[in-house]
């Protein structure tokens, strides 16, 4: 166990996802190594070779010396080249190199996770050479473990962890970055309140307020009087927050009250992930 509680927290997430994702693809045959997921542009191969290459990163390996092919289109800046050199470099490997090579980074980093004795602002190497502190690279590995988690359970027709660790990490970071979307993205008026009311496996009832210099916060105390009201179900409110899918796709799913264009413009911006 950590020395500090509020990484253990982060760690239990982390560990509740990476090994659902063991769980999941160990019986795979090679053909559904290849299949597509909502990750934009990755198989689950892809995503699975993802997760294992960030947590190296964290163990301290080395990058992979790649160089990257020229058509893959979905690379549009320097953060997405960043990331798929972990991905090209493992594009071949078999379905029982996936899984050893998974299985072995997950003891490797359970063990490491385990002995970890910095305190959370400790600065710890984070993506394109910069740093970040221990507390959020956990948050962000519990965040984008079960994210990545739910991409494959789509893939593979598998749901399920809708409620977990990791999915509780997922909703507060995810909310962090609403107050951005909608006063800032969105251009919500200044004077004027959104409320955000989610239902499913994980409920909450968040008002965003945009202050009279156009500053957006967040709170749990509904709105009198919201210009605009957004009603969905927790599995489309993380996808369209993800960036795994659009608007127009799930429109059916969500309820919009109030300004109907201002909605729109809200839910077009909802993505805030990388």
């Not at 962890?161 to 979307?181: I, T």
């Not at 945009?210 to 996808?239: F, Q």
């Not at 127009?248 to 839910?267: F, H, N, S």
Request: net charge negative; aromatic share 6%.
């Amino acid at each position: 166990m950590t020395v500090h509680p509020v990484l253990q927290n982060y760690a239990d997430a982390w560990t509740h996802s990476i090994e659902a994702i063991s769980e999941l693809v160990q019986p795979l045959v090679e053909g559904e190594w290849n299949r597509a997921t909502p990750c934009p542009a990755w198989s689950v191969r892809d995503v699975v070779s993802h997760v294992i290459g960030v947590e190296t990163e964290m163990l301290g390996d080395p990058r992979p010396i790649h160089t990257l092919p020229r058509d893959l289109r979905h690379m549009r800046n320097d953060f997405a080249r960043y990331m798929e050199v972990q991905v090209d470099v493992r594009r071949h490997h078999t379905g029982p190199e996936m899984t050893a090579e998974l299985e072995y980074t997950v003891i490797r980093r359970a063990r490491q996770l385990r002995n970890e004795t910095r305190a959370p602002d400790t600065l710890v190497r984070a993506p394109l050479g910069a740093e970040q502190t221990l507390e959020l690279a956990l948050r962000m590995r519990a965040f984008d473990t079960w994210a990545h988690e739910q991409d494959l359970r789509i893939a593979l027709g598998r749901p399920g962890n809708l409620d977990s660790p990791g999915a509780h990490v997922a909703r507060d970071l995810l909310l962090e970055a609403l107050p951005k979307v909608v006063a800032k993205d969105a251009g919500v008026p200044a004077n004027s309140a959104v409320v955000v009311d989610v239902h499913g496996p994980l409920e909450f009832l968040r008002t965003v307020r945009v202050d009279a210099e156009g500053r957006g916060s967040i709170d749990g105390s509904p709105s009198l009087g919201p210009v605009v009201s957004l009603a969905l179900d927790w599995e489309t409110y993380y996808r369209l927050a993800c960036g795994r899918v659009r608007y127009p796709a799930v429109a059916d799913r969500v309820k919009v009250e109030g300004d109907q264009e201002l909605g729109a413009a809200i839910l077009a911006s909802f993505a805030v992930t990388p």
